[in-house]
């Protein structure tokens, strides 16, 4: 089962995609429960690869299908830092995490925000 979203990057456009319980159940329920979501987004330190919301508040640990490998376009969630990330190139994490689900549509708009922009993450309609 998938939950679609938008994420709404406020004043450059929104973004598609889906929550998926297959890899974290428990993580990706907690994150459907707390929608709507808004929080300042910012880049990965140093770089571009990924687009961080800190602060997700859920106190989800991993779980046996806890991964060290993302892909570009993936969602996860980082129980050690306590963020939502969105993937915006293939890497490695430095400790292991929860995939949550993937973006869709529109990934290229990110390349655009400003850290510091709010980011709204909505059950779509």
Same mark, same amino acid.
């Given at each position: 089962?998938? %939950?679609?979203?938008? +994420?709404?990057?406020?004043? %450059?456009?929104? @973004?598609?995609?889906? @929550?998926s319980?297959v890899?974290?159940? @428990? ?27 800190p602060g997700?508040? %859920?106190?989800?640990?991993? #779980? ?10 993936? %969602? ?23 995939? +949550? ?20 993450? #909505?059950?779509?309609?």
């Amino acid at each position: 089962m998938s %939950i679609d979203i938008e +994420i709404e990057l406020f004043g %450059i456009g929104t @973004l598609k995609g889906e @929550l998926s319980r297959v890899y974290a159940p @428990l993580s990706t329920d907690a994150i459907v429960n707390k929608l709507p979501i808004v929080l300042r987004g910012r880049f990965s330190f140093g770089s571009k690869a990924y687009w961080t919301l800190p602060g997700i508040e %859920i106190y989800k640990g991993h #779980n046996p299908k806890s991964v060290k490998n993302v892909e570009k376009g993936e %969602i996860i969630y980082n129980p050690k830092t306590e963020e939502l990330l969105i993937i915006l190139q293939d890497g490695e994490m430095p400790n292991k995490v929860n995939k +949550i689900g993937r973006v869709t549509d529109n990934l290229q708009l990110l390349l655009n925000a400003k850290n510091g922009l709010n980011t709204k993450i #909505n059950r779509m309609k």
